[in-house]
């Protein structure tokens, strides 16, 4: 059966939910680009960027835990529907925002939006499509709406703040949103469905994850405080967790070695893409004076290729295994970053932008393995919760990464850059030698 004969408005409601996706997944990054014009309007120096990227990415991380369930008990086109609106909402308040403030509180508004509409928008493919041949289709449609929206990130902030404002990369997504919430129309309403809720879990683990980032960031005595305020948490949260008949996070399963290894090393990969697209951001323009725009196509080459690394990936693990193209993937992204290290602010652009490219594939060619890894090592009823996991884990990996980078390069920026380089290296080091001590086949 063909896409074009259309039953049931599962067409529309397949592009609904692509745009959605790509919405949620292009604010993770368009922002980065727009950082230097952003701290030149309203201050608040380099603590301030580091916030306006984190309080929607650890909103999104955290929150993602329970969504799912939330899209269950509402149902999915209903969430969905209300995700979006939000997230809309929230972009207008991001571009209208008078001060540093106001546009944090609004980012986080955001990344509270797109945890909810992340789940409900694949729940929404996977009820639109009833043949598995098909649906397999449209989840691979949809998965690449959200690999282009990371390709495009950084051009499309770099050209929208360029051309016209910092503002912009908020205000383009009104349009958007209004499309993606006019082509649910068409879809089938979702049946509510019973799914429990984790709420002690889920405001521990928001708290813990929070006072972990405020810590890194601030530092200082402030930040001291907040790292007690974080142990503390994390201890309630697995104190609950351990009790609880329905938790949010079930610890049982970091019992699999697999399913730790998975884990760990997606999270390395957020660390390093999302950390030095975020400092090499900053590095292009307040190190090497270009433009926001200029900024954003030096990621061109890196981004672009991911899209097909991630094919080919899980293509070659379906044929190698994916302990092996997890090796190769984390070998190569280790590599990469310490060639990195001999980047300097006399280092030409273009020769910045082409030694960027390796990390990244690194990073494409590990994911799709690992979670396959992860997959594979849980019973089929239990996918679902340990997909939100890894995505949460890589989600909340990549906001701390930020948070550690940045403080790196506030105390001088090349020495800081060098040694944030070092940390992820470090980082696929320690998974690269877990990964090893797996067996080759489970």
Known sequence: MSWNRDRGGAVPTLAAALLGFAL?????????????????????????????????????AALMLSTGAFADRAGA??????????FTLASAGCGL????????????V?????????????????????????????????????????????????ALTTAWDWRGIFFVNLPLGAVALALLVRAPRSRRRPAPLD?????????????????????????????????????????????????????GLFRDRAVSVAVAAGAAC????????????????QEQGRSALYAGLMFLPMTGLIPVTNVVAGKLAGRHGPRLLMLLGQGLAAAGLLVLLVVDTATPPALVAALLVPPALGCALTVPPLTAVMMD??????????????????????????????????????????????VGAVLFGLTFLATLRLGTRR
């Open 24 to 60: 949620i997944t292009l604010d993770a990054s368009v922002v980065n680009v727009a950082l230097p014009s952003i701290g030149s309007a309203l201050g608040g120096g380099m603590s301030g960027l580091q916030w306006v990227v984190d309080a929607y990415t650890l909103a999104f």
């Open 110 to 158: 955001q990344g509270v939006a797109a945890a909810v509409v992340l789940p409900a928008s694949l729940a929404l493919v996977r009820q639109a499509y009833g043949d598995p041949a098909r649906r397999a289709r449209a989840v691979a449609a949809w998965a690449a709406g959200g690999s282009v929206a990371v390709a495009l990130g950084p051009v499309a902030g770099g």
């Open 270 to 285: 957020s660390v390093a893409f999302y950390g030095v697209v975020f400092v090499f951001s900053l590095f292009f323009q």
């Open 77 to 86: 086109s209903r969430a969905y529907g209300v995700g979006v609106a939000v």
């Open 97 to 108: 925002a008078p001060t540093l403030a106001v546009l944090v509180a609004a980012r986080a």
């Open 199 to 251: 709420l002690p879990g889920q405001v521990t683990a928001v708290l813990a994850l929070t006072a972990l980032t405020f810590a890194v960031i601030e530092g200082g005595a402030a930040g001291i405080a907040a790292l007690a305020v974080a142990a503390a948490a994390a201890a309630a949260f697995v104190r609950i967790e351990t009790r609880r008949p329905h938790p949010l996070v079930p610890l």
């Open 377 to 422: 090592a849980v019973p089929a009823e239990r996918a679902g919760l340990a997909a939100g996991v890894l995505n949460a884990a890589r989600q909340v990996a990549g906001g701390l990464g930020i948070a550690v980078f940045g403080a790196l390069v506030s105390g001088g920026f090349v020495t800081g850059l060098r040694a944030s380089l070092a």
